[in-house]
């Protein structure tokens, strides 16, 4: 029975993760019904991971081995009803062919860990998320229009070539964040693109702070809260209907650090990431950083777009049954993304030569509207921790990069875990929880697969 199990269960995982994990702690034959790993369950996990397991004692039931959890598969579409096994690499100008795709329409592509591993994101590696049709590339940029309307004094419309002219620019290193990043880790499965970690990147924006735009305007006491508008058409090709808008508190539309820009890492803001004109709000929900912007209304009420209302983008307020229906009132927006921390070296499922005893790690980390205070690594599944060395962000909102290094005292399986605490003390969890039928705020801790020998 043994060696059946062995054969069969890297498909077990993949096919019915939670019966492969019955099997392998012993839990569904009776025999061991703490949980552990021990006599045919230990062996049909080495064979599994590829590999002796050192820290076998401390490997945690109820968690898919790293070494077998997949990629997440692409989303059925109309052009492919079924669902894909395995990853679907993005074939896109100017993109790096390892983005893996999470939905074709609209076309959504997240960066697998590894990619990130540089300070600032290469367009090439920045993940994708649009809910709309992509609009055509606009050949004329400077003459690009938006308009700012609603609560204010002196409601008026600019183009880009004003805007670069008559207000000072500024660059800044901010990481831009899916609302739905890590939503792969919940149970049951939340609706919505399967994010793992990578819907996320951090680069340099150059534009001007939205506030000073505002400024002009003048916005009225009345004005509370912002609607964003955008060119890119909805998905039925219904252009009465906006694909996407949401907006922000006044407070964060007046914050320094929330921009309107034209430039990405130093060239003219890709067709893809909204250019010519984009917002950014560094730390909160990407959502709202509209792409393609034609107009920001003030409002003297919060706002009621798509993607504001009933289950988008928020969180719970009282903690809910997972999988169950969910009631709107209990939902509140979410704003700042949660603590995260990635391992972007060495990539998950690293082969290292057998007598490896020491391990350099290293990654990045971030936390929404607040700062990485400490990065911890562990290589014994959470059992013991130790603190990884952070660098200082080049300004807020940027992420922080951390290096670490692990011993491995033999050849073997090893998982490397690591986990993030904010400023205000919030750790990321061992497990996805505070479910919600969205599927955000999902913040579980980064783990990979290492092989040793
Ligand atoms: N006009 C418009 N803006 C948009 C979107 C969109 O679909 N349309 N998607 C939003 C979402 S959900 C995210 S996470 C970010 C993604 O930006 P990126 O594609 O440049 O990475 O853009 C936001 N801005
Ligand atoms: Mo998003």
């Known amino acids: 029975m043994a060696e059946k199990i062995e054969r069969s269960m890297s498909e077990l995982y993949a096919d019915d993760p939670e019966r492969a994990d019955a099997v392998v702690f012993g839990r569904e034959t009776g025999v061991n019904r703490r949980g552990f790993l021990g006599g045919a369950g230990l062996a049909a996990m080495g064979a599994a991971v590829g590999g002796t397991i050192p820290f076998s004692q401390n490997m945690p039931a109820g968690l898919i081995p790293a070494a077998l959890a997949q990629a997440p598969s692409a989303a059925p579409s109309a052009a492919a009803p079924a669902a894909p096994k395995g990853p679907q690499y993005l074939n896109f100008p100017g993109k ?40 055509e590339e606009n050949k004329t940029p400077d003459k690009w229009e938006f308009a700012i309307d609603g609560e ?22 901010f990481v831009l964040e899916c609302g739905g990043n890590g939503r792969s880790g919940f ?5 919505g693109n399967q994010w793992t970690n990578g819907g996320a990147g951090c680069a340099e924006w150059t534009g001007v702070r939205l506030a000073d735009v505002l400024k002009t305007a003048g916005v009225k006491s009345s004005g509370i809260y912002t609607a964003h508008y955008a060119a890119d058409l909805h998905l039925s090709g219904d252009a009465s209907k906006p694909t996407l808008s949401r907006g ?27 250019g010519p004109v984009r917002l950014i709000y560094p730390g909160w929900a990407g959502s709202a950083s509209q792409k393609w912007l034609t107009k920001i209304t003030i409002r003297d009420k919060e706002h009621d777009g ?12 009282k903690p809910m049954i997972p999988g169950s229906k969910g009631d709107p009132k209990n939902m509140k927006i979410l704003e700042s993304m949660p603590v995260r921390s990635i391992i972007t070296n060495p990539g998950n499922g690293a082969k290292l ?30 059992s013991s921790w130790k603190p990884a060395k952070i660098t200082p962000p080049k300004n807020r909102y940027d992420w922080q990069r951390w290096t ?50």
Not at 102 to 122: I, M, R, Y
Not at 152 to 173: A, C, D, H, I, W
Not at 252 to 259: F, G, V
Not at 306 to 317: A, D, L, V
């Open 152 to 173: 204010v004094n002196k409601p008026f419309k600019l183009t880009l070539g004003e805007l670069k002219s008559k207000y000072k620019p500024q660059t800044m290193r």
């Open 404 to 453: 670490a290094s692990a011993k491995l005292p033999s050849d073997g399986y090893y998982e490397v875990w690591v986990r993030a605490t904010d400023s205000r003390g919030n750790r990321q969890p061992h497990i996805t929880g505070n479910w919600n039928p969205q599927g955000y705020g999902g913040n579980a801790m980064h783990r990979i697969a290492v092989l040793v020998g």
């Open 306 to 317: 798509p993607g504001m209302t009933e289950f988008s983008y928020r969180t719970t307020i």
């Open 96 to 135: 790096d062919a390892k983005l893996v795709v999470l939905g074709d329409k609209p076309l959504v592509a997240e960066t697998p860990a590894e990619l990130l591993d540089d300070a600032t994101t290469p367009i090439g590696k920045f993940y994708i998320r649009n809910n709309g049709q992509i609009p």
């Open 353 to 382: 030569a057998a007598g490896t005893r020491e391990v350099a790690l290293r990654g990045a980390a971030w936390a929404g509207d607040n700062i990485v205070e400490a990065v911890d690594i562990s290589v014994d599944y959470g």
């Open 248 to 274: 922000v508190r006044i407070a964060k539309a007046m914050d320094p650090n929330s921009m309107i820009v034209w430039a990405m890492n130093g060239e003219p803001l890709p067709n893809i990431h909204g």
């Open 187 to 191: 149970t049951p499965p939340a609706r």
